[in-house]
Structure formats: structure tokens, C-alpha cells
């Protein structure tokens, strides 16, 4: 796995529930993970993911099994082993590379004696630290909420058995326990509604910039991958834009669209989130809006690192397939990237050209591949296209400067009944000029 231990993001810790708490000590993780027979992942992403939230990971521990354990995650016999290594790492955290149930969280906490996070909670702490614009922070926010409700309820369930149990019926029933679940509950739910009403306002005014571009109808692509793959970097130097590039997971969170030129047409090129494995289903429902950006797209770049073994590339492709089937954005037709071609050797080289034939191999560092990439998406859109002729009425005018926009150079005669015109254009499009076509082509 490639993996770069230079550049340390700043430091955070955690409270049991997974809320950041800045300043305090450096929090030493102990990594644990339940894996079945046979599966060969390894605990380097979630190192990657707490190098990335500034926790460090002082040690491991992998059980081997067919399901985790429904209370406490690890079978009771390994729960013992691994307190004995927490003392020995001299460890303050347990983190898990799984999504824990709050039962299991709770009783391994309960067991252990330190906090234990989990992965999703670490790549939501990793989001809010990452979150600029308003609508990051609110997207964050809400599936923050969205996972400490689920907790919290866990959380107070013994406690409502409890008050439940402990007088029967009438007046005093609702124990103090019970009042502040609900209370808690209520607060949480109201905020999270909040949070729905303001982001439904804040996204109202990008949906207008969408509906602009969408107006002119210019080609829209979106670069989609695994985090860290190299999407911004491939932005830049596709568009000459100076998106912002870092050696984290999760750098870039808002989307950012440039135009890039090609053949005489402009194109939309989108960068947006990055995926992971196991991304967390509170982030994707939050991010909704922003990667809506990739569903409308007309085409998407999948970019993955291709830096990384054929094992590997080929979890982290499934992965964002996986992601891109979730949010709907199985339509558009699709381009593997495989990026970082400069850290590829000879012989790997010929392993990705035999098992990615229709894949292309970029490197934004060195330029290479990068003339091959605009050719294959100019080639993409021109398959759609379809070559119209029209005769566009003087007083038209403003057709003409659109239909400059959409088709790029047009090939036009001026006729004593208006402009003659033909162009390639997507059917869509061509659709919309149908009263002024003098025969539609194939
Ligand atoms: N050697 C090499 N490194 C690259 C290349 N492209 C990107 N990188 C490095 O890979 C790291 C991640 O690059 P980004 O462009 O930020 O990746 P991303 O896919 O946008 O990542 P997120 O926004 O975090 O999801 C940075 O350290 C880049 O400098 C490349 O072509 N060659
Ligand atoms: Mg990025």
C-alpha cells in the first residue's frame, strides 16, 4: 500500500462518543479489527485514517473470525490478551476498523478501561476537521448528529429498562434517567432538522450556479476515486485551476469545477469527495447534494492511485464502484484513470496494461498520459454526438452564440433565410433545436 509518512496532520483527540477535543494529550491508539479466515486486509488504511486525524498508532491486533463478536466485538479470550498489550504499548485508545454497535463500544470500554472509537467515527472527525464552506460544516454536522443519535440511544436503553423496572406504572414512572433520554433525544432530532432546513437553503444557491452551467449546456465530467488517488492533482493539470492537493485522506471535501478546453469545446471538469471502504452511510446520505455533482455528471474519471498492488487497486475500484452504485451514478458512461504513473515500474507497467487495457495511465507530475485522457473524453462525448443542420432565423441571434458555446467551432453560411448551420451536437441538445433543423443527420 503506498503509503507516505511525511506531513503530520495536527493533533486531536477524542472523548468515547468520538467528539474531538483539542489540546489535549496525544492520544496513543491500539488498533483492533475481527477479519474471517482469508481475507487479507491489513489495519494500514485505518493507520492511514489516525495519522490523518493526528492520533498515532502505538500497536495492532487482528482476530481471526467469521463474525465479531455481538457484545464485545473481539471474543472474551482475545479482550483479555489485548488489555494485557494496551498496558504493555502504554496505550490511551482502542480503535476499531469497523462500524462498533453502541453495546459493543460500551462493553469494551467497560472492559478495557480506555475509549474506544471506530471507524466511522474517525473518518467523521477527520470530515469536520476538513470542512471549510458552510455547507461542508452543515453536511458533517449532520451525520455527526445522525451517528451520536444512534448511539445515544443504545447508550440510554439499559438506563430505560432501569427506570422502567424500578417502579411500576403511575405517578414517577419517568425516572430522571428516562426525562433526560428524551430530552437528549428531542435536542438532537430538533438540531438535525435545523441543520436539514439550513443546508436545504444553502444549497438552493448552488443549484442556481448548476442550473447556469446547466443552461449552457456545456459537457459535464466528474472525477470520482478513492481518497488520496490523486483527483485534485489531475484537476490541476487538466485545467491549470490550483485546487488544493495534500498527502491526507479526505483533503478535499466541497467540489470544484474548472473548464477544460479541448478540441475547440469547453468541458466541465468536477472534483469533488473523495471514497473509502466502509464510508460511513451518515456521510453519504449528508453529502447528498454534493455528490449530486457526480450523479448529473455526463461522464465520469474514476481516478485510482495506481501506485498501489493489482490486489489493492482492485478493493479500492470496487469500493468507489460500490459508492457510485449507492448514489445513483450508474448511468454515465465510465473511464478508469490510473494515476501516479510515475511510481509505476517497468514490469507493473505491463501488469496494468494487460488487466486494464481500457484504462489510461496518467501522471499529473510529469505530464504523461494527460494528451491520451482529453482524446478519450473528447472521443466519448463525440460518439454521443449528433451532426445537425439548421437555419437559424436573423433575428435569432442569441441561438447562434449558444449554440457556439455548446458545439465550439461551427461551420455557418449566411443565407438570405438566415444563418446555415451545421453542427455536432449532443441529442439532447440537437433535441431542443428541432423547429430550426433542415434534416437531422446520423
Ligand atoms: N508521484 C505522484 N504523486 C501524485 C500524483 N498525483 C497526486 N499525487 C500526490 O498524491 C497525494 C494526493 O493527491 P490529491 O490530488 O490531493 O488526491 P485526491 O484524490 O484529491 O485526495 P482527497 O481529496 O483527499 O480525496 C498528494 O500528495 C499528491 O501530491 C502523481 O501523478 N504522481
Ligand atoms: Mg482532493
Known amino acids: 500500500?503506498?503509503?507516505?509518512?511525511?506531513?503530520?496532520?495536527?493533533?486531536?483527540?477524542?472523548?468515547?462518543?468520538?467528539?474531538?477535543?483539542?489540546?489535549?494529550?496525544?492520544?496513543?491508539?491500539?488498533?483492533?479489527?475481527?477479519?474471517?479466515?482469508?481475507?487479507?486486509?491489513?489495519?494500514?488504511?485505518?493507520?492511514?485514517?489516525?495519522?490523518?486525524?493526528?492520533?498515532?498508532?502505538?500497536?495492532?491486533?487482528?482476530?481471526?473470525?467469521?463474525?465479531?463478536?455481538?457484545?464485545?466485538?473481539?471474543?472474551?479470550?482475545?479482550?483479555?490478551?489485548?488489555?494485557?498489550?494496551?498496558?504493555?504499548?502504554?496505550?490511551?485508545?482502542?480503535?476499531?476498523?469497523?462500524?462498533?454497535?453502541?453495546?459493543?463500544?460500551?462493553?469494551?470500554?467497560?472492559?478495557?478501561?480506555?475509549?474506544?472509537?471506530?471507524?466511522?467515527?474517525?473518518?467523521?472527525?477527520?470530515?469536520?476537521?476538513?470542512?471549510?464552506?458552510?455547507?461542508?460544516?452543515?453536511?458533517?454536522?449532520?451525520?455527526?448528529?445522525?451517528?451520536?443519535?444512534?448511539?445515544?440511544?443504545g447508550l440510554w436503553s439499559h438506563l430505560e429498562r432501569l427506570g422502567a423496572g424500578r417502579i411500576d406504572g403511575g405517578i414517577g414512572t419517568r425516572g430522571p434517567g428516562e426525562t433526560q433520554i428524551e430530552t437528549d433525544r428531542r435536542l438532537a432530532r430538533d438540531r438535525i432538522s435545523g441543520l436539514k432546513r439550513k443546508l436545504v437553503h444553502v444549497q438552493a444557491s448552488r443549484s442556481v450556479m448548476r442550473a447556469q452551467r446547466e443552461r449552457a449546456h456545456l459537457p459535464s465530467v466528474a472525477l470520482a476515486g478513492y481518497t488520496n488517488a490523486g483527483k485534485s492533482t489531475l484537476l490541476n493539470a487538466l485545467t491549470g485551476a490550483s485546487a488544493g492537493v495534500g498527502d491526507r485522506l479526505f483533503h478535499t471535501l466541497d467540489p470544484t469545477t474548472r473548464v477544460l478546453r479541448a478540441g475547440g469545446r469547453d468541458y466541465l471538469l468536477t472534483d469533488t469527495v473523495g471514497f473509502i471502504r466502509k464510508l460511513p452511510h451518515q456521510l453519504v446520505e449528508a453529502f447528498g447534494a454534493t455528490l449530486e455533482e457526480t450523479r448529473r455528471a455526463d461522464m465520469i474519471l474514476h481516478v485510482v492511485d495506481a501506485s498501489v498492488d493489482?490486489?489493492?487497486?482492485?478493493?479500492?475500484?470496487?469500493?468507489?464502484?460500490?459508492?457510485?452504485?449507492?448514489?445513483?451514478?450508474?448511468?454515465?458512461?465510465?473511464?478508469?484513470?490510473?494515476?501516479?504513473?510515475?511510481?509505476?515500474?517497468?514490469?507493473?507497467?505491463?501488469?496494468?496494461?494487460?488487466?486494464?487495457?481500457?484504462?489510461?495511465?496518467?501522471?499529473?507530475?510529469?505530464?504523461?498520459?494527460?494528451?491520451?485522457?482529453?482524446?478519450?473524453?473528447?472521443?466519448?462525448?463525440?460518439?454521443?454526438?449528433?451532426?445537425?443542420?439548421?437555419?437559424?432565423?436573423?433575428?435569432?441571434?442569441?441561438?447562434?452564440?449558444?449554440?457556439?458555446?455548446?458545439?465550439?467551432?461551427?461551420?455557418?453560411k449566411e443565407t438570405p433565410g438566415g444563418v446555415h448551420v451545421v453542427a455536432r451536437l449532443p441529442a439532447s441538445v440537437a433535441a431542443r433545436y428541432e423547429r430550426f433543423m433542415l434534416q437531422p443527420h446520423g
Open 1 to 153: 500500500m503506498q503509503r507516505s509518512r511525511h506531513g503530520r496532520a495536527k493533533t486531536s483527540s477524542y472523548t468515547a462518543d468520538g467528539q474531538r477535543q483539542p489540546g489535549r494529550a496525544r492520544q496513543r491508539a491500539y488498533l483492533i479489527a475481527a477479519l474471517p479466515d482469508g481475507d487479507h486486509d491489513d489495519l494500514a488504511e485505518l493507520h492511514e485514517l489516525l495519522r490523518t486525524a493526528g492520533v498515532a498508532g502505538v500497536g495492532e491486533l487482528i482476530q481471526r473470525r467469521q463474525h465479531p463478536h455481538p457484545n464485545t466485538y473481539i471474543g472474551p479470550g482475545k479482550l483479555e490478551e489485548l488489555k494485557a498489550d494496551l498496558a504493555r504499548a502504554d496505550a490511551n485508545l482502542v480503535a476499531c476498523d469497523d462500524e462498533l454497535s453502541p453495546r459493543q463500544e460500551r462493553n469494551l470500554e467497560a472492559a478495557l478501561g480506555v475509549p474506544v472509537i471506530d471507524r466511522t467515527a474517525i473518518i467523521l472527525d477527520i470530515f469536520a476537521s476538513h470542512a471549510h464552506t458552510a455547507e461542508g460544516k452543515l453536511q458533517v454536522e449532520l451525520a455527526q448528529l445522525e451517528y451520536n443519535l444512534a448511539r445515544m440511544r
Open 310 to 412: 493489482e490486489d489493492e487497486l482492485l478493493e479500492m475500484t470496487r469500493a468507489v464502484e460500490d459508492v457510485l452504485h449507492e448514489i445513483d451514478a450508474d448511468e454515465a458512461p465510465r473511464l478508469l484513470v490510473l494515476a501516479k504513473a510515475d511510481q509505476v515500474g517497468a514490469e507493473r507497467r505491463a501488469e496494468l496494461e494487460n488487466r486494464h487495457p481500457d484504462a489510461v495511465l496518467v501522471s499529473s507530475l510529469t505530464g504523461e498520459g494527460l494528451t491520451e485522457l482529453i482524446e478519450r473524453i473528447e472521443d466519448e462525448f463525440a460518439r454521443a454526438l449528433q451532426e445537425v443542420e439548421l437555419l437559424i432565423p436573423f433575428d435569432e441571434g442569441g441561438r447562434l452564440a449558444e449554440l457556439h458555446e455548446i458545439a465550439g467551432d461551427l461551420e455557418r
